[in-house]
């Protein structure tokens, strides 16, 4: 994608050190272990970033927290094909609560003059609903990032005080260029760079450091009683018809949802034919109202 | 069409007649010579009138006169009026409809509901609406019962639900230096259903610490019962979820249906869809909900009194400074570069183009992602990551349009999820074209350019007339603009203001 | 010139050259065997080397039969010359043989003057594919090696009826001098430089690598020739993926077997791999021949510079280099061989199947690609993207498993999940998801049922056979894919598999056997063929206007089968109008090895130079047998004939009887469950009209 050019950063902090938090995430359709596509991705992101900085100046550590099952060996392994010696994973109940125990490991301080934690937007497995990180964040007293789709730069601002240059994704493949005072958790999107393709080979090198955090961390309370379902489609909207006309209203209740086949215009002049489509494109909000109007107006006169 | 008009007309001058039982032998025989002119002379339909006033007094109908032809030759009668009742007359029948909304006031309210929309580029959002109209369902359908308890007889036109209603109350976190409510925003408010208006001013820019900090202020100041956000990832969503982790709470996110509950405390459960998309989460709801879209019917029946609600915010609400983050501004991103399947609007090229700059220029004019079929990728037309289609991207645009591109099978499985397709064509045949809602049957480089000067000038103008009122791309926040219709024009300009620096 | 001293320096000069020549191929022994362990005969290779070179080999030389002629006099006059001079000047011979041993070599010699004056004319305007450099100057070489030992032989020959003087002459002497010096060169070209690395290397190593040969069953044997076979060995070896010391693919090129570095050595530079690569023809950075150079610059090392043939299109020579030990490739440029240079193959096999030496190309890009993808995580394009959803779902295109058989649903196919034991397994493939091939299916279910052959599918429990995961490099997935699908299929019982699909039919009857698989595999040509010589199909011949045949590399090449569908459309009463390029030599689609998902950009696309051919013949069907094929060829922009797969055309044809009709519902009638009311209902209702 190409953008606006930014002045490179002066200088670049003398260690940095990159965490990244990963998930299990299951396939869409199968429902087989891999790895989750937003931490993926965040993962990619540290590892490109690692790779574009001074060699040995960043240090990258990945954490995974969760029950020691097969299933999540193989997607922590899938993890490991990007090019990862490690991944620290720290065991846990199924239905534990992995804030703790990732607090407790990220609260160690380390050495280092920038310090960044990176993982999904929300999870593929349980309620996913992106609230982790959030927390977490607010424990360790961190800045959170969200909607995150590239570092552009870690520069120090003051002595012991570094931030980060990241790009946010607005809506519509649009972004957004934001400083962060560090230590900051950002959270990626997914319309980050894709993950590299995850090897056999290193996938099967790498290790897997099993961590038990000491005191079973306290079980998630909402888990056991709020029960998952698999989705149910949601309807799809009527449009709603307020009209006090019954014919209206009917005719908005029986009307079919798309008719099969579109509409053709022949044989009309390049003029018409321009025409019919930019009223389309108004109609579906992507060209603005008014250019079509004054249009409209420019081909009266 | 001509006989929708006439049938008015006719309504008009319908009088009794002296009866001719000759005449009115001939009228019913279809068969014979004179029928239609007796029809005519009757003013019983012939000459086209499908209806006409029966003699009883009751409309009458000529089936065979009813409906439009179909694409094969039969007659089609279409109810649901998608063909005939898309005719002029009614759309000025819909303009001139008159208001029947309820008015209603709530002026002593139970307690607080506090929506907090995104107001991306500075209106209400389909999704605001969505998350007012839950608003209103939770403060309403339960003091609906409440009222009812309490056997209220008063057959009154107002809803007079005081004292037993909760008020929803907008939190418009505006930007410091102009915080103001403007009239439009107001109605837009009223109608969505806001019973209150609360304006903070928020620092400008991207500033999430400082809108949460107005939000504490507020929830300080009202402790509403609830807290609803739009569930949008950069604004509401994370807004509602660091509200919630410092209240201390944990919020319903991606919520999508509301049922009253009596087993739970705040008298509703509720649903929400998990981040993977697979699962729903039953659960009682809480206070803080960061709302999926269409999580609730907008409200249409009523009109709500939006007003303001005086409330600032103290010095000591702020964060301390600087600010831990800081706004560096929008990027401008070439249409034509983003991510084929992140583009909302594609213009596809095929083998059916011809002039490759005219093509760009189009695109470049509309504010399209560029997209191109394989075999104009083959020829050398376009780079191989703007393929769509089966051995390229899978794109989900809202709008696809496609010129020159003939709808190879491949092609047609990379657009599946796109949700309107035009075509334009030198072959009316073909498969692109019936795939397109819309089609054209031409030139595809002469439609192309003709579409491109009639947008050109426009922009050229629109752009002009923003910066006169001063709210041109500099002085926009950055905030959400996925709603805007606005937006591609917007974008258009960012680039070519971009390109006259550069 | 005394008569001593001629025989001494010639004896001399003989004795030199070979014992450095015997010092050469050691060192180029080890050299090779630097490489991995791999097991051969050894002295049974030996032995069979000549039935090898003369058989095999040949077999491949007489393609182009002026030159093959010209090969034998000038191989068969240098072995047989070389042979003699040995004999003559090293060994003690009685006088008398000694005579007749010498007029042999000048008969021989003369043989071989004769062959390398051929040679030479051919290297007056050698065409492109031919090396230049060093091999512009090997027929001067040869001519003179066999001139001076025409001469010398002469001399021999003459010196016993010749006064003694004659030698000692200044004529005589300067003669013997001249030829001394013409045989010493001779000998250094023909001795030194094919053990040291000239270019009668080919001759050396080529005898060995035939000897050695990774691939020993693909010579046919007394026992082959006995049995009316011609053998083939075309399944990829597999990895051992349990050892985790094993390396993953080939890094450098000591990671190849040793006989796989022999292999490469033996590469002679005619380029017939080159004219026939589709790869290079459409303009992809492919070479099979500068490929091979390239492995031999990895195992001696130096840049690519000295290399006199045709370069990878789109990239000069003398920007690479290789070192022992050194990456073969590297992923961000510098090394010998770029990556999309491996990703441009389409393994079909074309240049294995032209190259008289028998190099295996393919083994050795797929080595490679496994580097690539299971290292590095580097399969270009969509390949990555490809892998993963075989992974996650078990077929290419991403697709919900259990929709495999939604093309199906009105067909009521049997299952062989219920059925358990049948006589024919209808293998789909991921044709099965495509929407083109759905329609080659129905046409393929449409005969077997009007024929009443008993069979069934597999249904969801079906999955991708592994072709692409393997040809992309993905030999872990592959694996897997290959063990469940064995694992599937020995639940259940049937005679054969028939699929459409000739890579699943290539992978099910050539790659299972490593993972326990051993099945009866017909691609739906040959079991067409056999239907219809068996006369259980009725099929009404009409006589079609112009139709060609495109045969589909992994179905001819890979496996042998040009006959039977030849046949099949000979019995459709279809007159073929073969193209120029057919049978062994038909020139591939560009759909095989991943090519279509990796992409590499070319100036010309390989199916429009195949529907170029077809266009040449001025066909107005081209009848196919394969579903990339298919894909490949109707992706063609205005193509003027029209691709046709063999069971839709045999399905148009077909007869449905009366009887036939009632037979086939009652036959498999028993077999149905009673709601089972598509396609056999509907021939009831027919046969009772």
């Not at chain 2, 909302?344 to 992602?369: C, E, K, M, Q, T």
């Not at chain 2, 629109?462 to 219709?485: C, F, I, M, N």
Request: glycine residues 10%; hydrophobic residues 40%.
């Amino acid at each position: 994608m190409s953008l606006e050019p930014r002045a490179p950063a002066a200088v670049e902090p003398a260690s940095i050190c990159l965490d990244v938090l990963l998930s299990l995430g299951r396939h869409g359709l199968t429902q087989r272990p891999r790895r989750a596509d937003l931490d993926a991705r965040a993962l990619e992101m540290a590892l490109t970033f690692q790779h574009k900085g001074k060699p040995g100046n960043t240090t990258l550590s990945c954490w995974h927290a969760g029950p020691a099952e097969q299933d999540t060996e193989i997607a922590l392994r899938a993890y490991l094909g990007m090019g990862l010696p490690s991944i620290r994973w720290m065991h846990m109940a199924p239905a534990g609560d992995a804030l703790a125990p990732l607090h407790e490991a990220l609260r160690a301080p380390v050495d280092a003059d920038a310090r960044l934690v990176l993982c999904g937007m929300h999870a593929e497995q349980g309620e996913g609903s992106g609230l982790l990180p959030i927390a977490l964040a607010e424990r360790l007293g961190w800045r959170w990032v969200p909607g995150v789709v590239a570092i552009e730069a870690i520069e120090p601002i003051s002595s012991g005080v570094a931030q980060a240059v990241v790009l946010q994704a607005l809506p519509r493949g649009q972004r957004r260029r934001i400083a962060v005072r560090l230590p900051a958790i950002l959270g990626v999107e997914a319309a980050a760079p894709a993950p590299r393709q995850s090897a056999f080979g290193p996938a099967r090198r790498g290790q897997l450091l099993q961590l038990d955090s000491g005191a079973e961390p306290p079980t998630d309370p909402a888990g056991a009683t709020w029960p998952f379902m698999p989705a149910t489609p949601r309807p799809k909207r009527l449009k709603i018809v307020t009209s006090a006309n019954a014919r209206e209203r009917f005719k908005a209740a029986a009307a079919k949802a798309e008719s099969g086949s579109g509409r053709v215009l022949e044989q009309v002049s390049a003029t018409e034919g321009a025409t019919a489509i930019l009223d389309f494109l108004d109609a579906e909000g992507v060209v603005s109202r008014a250019a079509v109007t004054n249009a409209r107006q420019g081909n009266g006169r | 069409m001509s006989d929708v008009h006439s049938t008015s007309q006719h309504q008009q001058h319908a009088v009794r007649r002296r009866r001719d039982p000759r005449l009115e032998g001939i009228a019913r025989n279809r068969r014979h010579p004179e029928h239609l002119a007796v029809l005519a002379a009757l003013g019983q339909g012939g000459e086209g009138q499908a209806s006409w006033m029966g003699p009883n007094g009751r409309m009458r109908r000529d089936p065979h006169l009813v409906g439009v032809m179909g694409p094969n030759g039969r007659r089609r009668i279409d109810r649901s009026g998608a063909l005939v009742g898309a005719a002029g007359p009614q759309q000025g029948r819909t303009a001139t409809q008159r208001d029947q909304r309820r008015d209603v006031v709530v002026a002593d309210p139970a307690g607080v509901i506090a929506v907090v929309p995104d107001l991306a580029s500075g209106r209400l959002s389909e999704h605001d609406r969505d998350v007012f109209g839950l608003a209103r369902r939770l403060a309403d359908e339960r003091a609906d019962e409440r009222a009812d308890e309490r056997a209220d007889e008063r057959a009154d036109d107002r809803a007079d639900i005081d004292g037993s209603s909760l008020a929803v109350t907008a939190l418009l976190l505006l930007p410091s230096p102009s915080a103001t409510l403007e009239s439009a925003l107001h109605d837009a408010l009223a109608e969505a259903g806001a019973d209150r208006v609360i304006v903070l001013p928020v620092a400008p820019g991207y500033s999430p610490e400082d809108r949460l900090a107005a939000c504490l202020a507020a929830d300080r100041a009202l402790s509403p019962r609830h807290w609803l956000f739009p569930d949008a990832t950069l604004e509401g969503g994370d807004l509602g979820r660091r509200l919630a982790v410092r209240l201390g709470e944990r919020p319903a996110c991606g919520l999508w249906r509301v049922e009253p509950d009596d087993a739970s405390d705040s008298g509703w459960s509720c649903l929400c869809r998990s981040g993977s998309g697979r699962q729903d989460l039953a659960r009682p709801l809480p206070r803080v909900v960061v709302a999926a879209a269409q999580c609730a019917e907008p409200v249409t029946a009523t009109r709500h009194e939006a007003r303001e609600w005086p409330l600032s915010r103290t010095s000591c609400d702020h964060p301390e400074a600087p600010l831990p983050m800081q706004d560096l501004g929008a990027v401008a991103v070439d249409p034509a570069a983003i991510a084929l399947a992140e583009a909302p609007f594609i213009l596809a090229g095929g083998n059916g183009v011809g002039d490759w700059d005219g093509f760009h220029h189009a695109a470049r004019v509309l504010g399209a992602s560029e997209g191109a079929s394989r075999v104009a990728v083959d020829e050398g037309h376009m780079p191989r990551e703007r393929q769509v289609g089966a051995t390229g991207t899978f794109v989900s645009a809202r709008v696809y349009l496609a010129v020159g591109i003939s709808g190879a099978i491949q092609h047609l499985q990379g657009i599946q999820r796109c949700e309107k397709v035009i075509a334009i064509n030198s072959d009316g045949g073909c498969d692109m074209v019936k795939r397109a809602d819309l089609s054209v049957i031409g030139d595809g480089d002469a439609i192309l350019a003709e579409l491109a000067s009639l947008v050109e000038p426009s922009l050229v103008e629109q752009r002009d007339s923003r910066q006169q009122l001063g709210v041109g791309p500099e002085a926009s926040s950055p905030t959400d603009p996925t709603e805007s219709p606005d937006m591609s024009s917007l974008l258009s300009d960012r680039i070519k203001e971009s390109r006259h620096v550069a | 010139m005394s008569a001593t001293l001629f025989y001494g320096s010639l004896t001399g000069l003989v004795l030199a050259a070979l014992l450095l020549a015997l010092v050469g191929a050691a060192r180029r022994f080890l050299l090779w065997r630097r490489g991995r362990p791999s097991p051969v005969a050894w002295l049974g290779g030996l032995a069979a080397m000549p039935r090898r070179y003369l058989v095999d080999l040949h077999h491949v030389v007489a393609r182009d039969k002026a030159f093959a002629h010209t090969h034998v006099a000038t191989a068969g006059g240098f072995v047989a010359a070389a042979g003699l001079l040995l004999l003559v000047t090293l060994a003690p011979l009685p006088a008398g043989g000694e005579m007749v041993l010498t007029g042999l070599m000048l008969v021989m010699s003369l043989v071989m003057l004769g062959g390398a004056r051929r040679v030479a004319r051919r290297r007056r305007r050698p065409p492109s594919r031919l090396s230049r450099g060093p091999w512009q100057r090997l027929p001067r070489s040869l001519t003179v090696f066999a001139a001076s030992v025409a001469g010398l032989s002469l001399i021999m020959l003459m010196v016993t009826w010749l006064p003694a003087a004659w030698l000692t002459g200044v004529l005589g002497g300067t003669l013997a001098l001249v030829l001394l010096a013409g045989l010493a060169l001779g000998l250094g070209e023909m001795f030194l430089g094919m053990t040291w690395g000239g270019p009668m290397k080919h001759a050396f190593a080529g005898a060995l690598h035939l000897a050695w040969h990774r691939r020993a069953e693909r010579f046919s044997t007394r026992q082959s020739d006995r049995d009316g076979v011609s053998p083939r060995s075309t399944g990829l070896k597999p990895l051992d993926l349990d050892d985790p010391d094993a390396p993953l693919g080939v890094e450098t090129s000591e990671d190849f077997t040793w006989n796989q570095r022999l292999g490469f050595d033996a590469c002679v530079q005619c380029g017939r791999c080159e004219a026939v690569c589709p790869a290079f023809a459409a303009g992809q950075p492919l070479n099979p021949k500068k490929l091979i150079q390239d492995m031999v610059l990895g195992m001696t090392g130096g840049s690519d510079a000295g290399f006199h043939g045709s370069p990878y299109p789109g990239k000069p020579l003398g920007e690479h280099r290789g070192q022992p030990g050194g990456p073969m490739v590297v992923t961000s440029g510098g090394a010998l061989v770029d990556a999309d240079t491996l990703w441009s193959c389409t393994t079909c096999r074309a240049c294995v199947e032209e190259c008289p030496m028998m190099i295996e190309h393919v083994d050795a890009i797929v080595d490679m690609r496994r580097h690539l993808t299971l290292e590095h995580g580097a399969t270009p394009g969509k390949g990555a993207a490809v892998l993963d959803n075989l992974i996650a779902t078990d077929n290419p295109g991403g697709f919900a498993p259990d929709s495999r058989m939604h093309w199906a649903a009105d067909l009521n196919l049997p299952l062989m999940r219920e059925l358990g034991q049948v006589d024919v397994l209808l293998w789909l493939g991921d044709g099965a998801f495509d929407m083109r091939n759905q329609r080659t299916l129905r046409a393929l279910v449409k005969i077997l049922r009007a024929s009443q052959v008993d069979f069934a599918v597999l249904g969801d429990e079906e999955r991708d056979s592994g072709d692409v995961a393997r040809r992309l490099g993905d030999e872990a997935t592959f694996q897997r894919l290959a063990r469940d699908n064995v694992a599937t299929l020995s639940r259940y019982g049937f005679q054969t598999i028939v699929t459409c699909d000739p890579h699943s039919f290539h992978v099910l009857g050539n790659e299972y056997a490593a993972f326990g698989g051993h099945y009866c595999v017909r691609h739906h040509s040959t079991f067409l063929d056999e239907l219809l010589q068996q006369g259980r199909l009725k099929i009404a011949p009409r006589p079609r206007s112009r139709v060609t045949y495109h045969d589909p590399c992994y179905l001819g090449r890979y496996n042998g089968e040009f006959d039977a569908p030849r046949r099949v459309l000979a019995a459709l009463g279809i007159e073929l109008t073969e193209m120029a390029r057919s049978g062994f030599r038909s020139r591939c689609c560009g759909g095989g090895g991943g090519a279509p998902v990796t992409d590499i950009p070319g100036e010309r696309r390989i199916p429009d130079m195949r529907m170029a051919d077809v266009a040449e013949v001025e066909a107005d069907v081209v009848a196919v047998g394969c579903p990339q094929c298919t894909a490949m060829l109707e992706g063609v922009v205005d193509r003027q004939a029209e691709v046709r797969d063999i069971a839709e055309l045999v399905a148009e044809a077909l007869v449905l009887e009366e009887s036939v009709s009632e037979a086939s519902s009652t036959a498999t009638g028993a077999r149905r469950r009673p709601r089972q009311t598509g396609h056999p209902g509907r021939l009831v209702e027919e046969a009772s009209q």
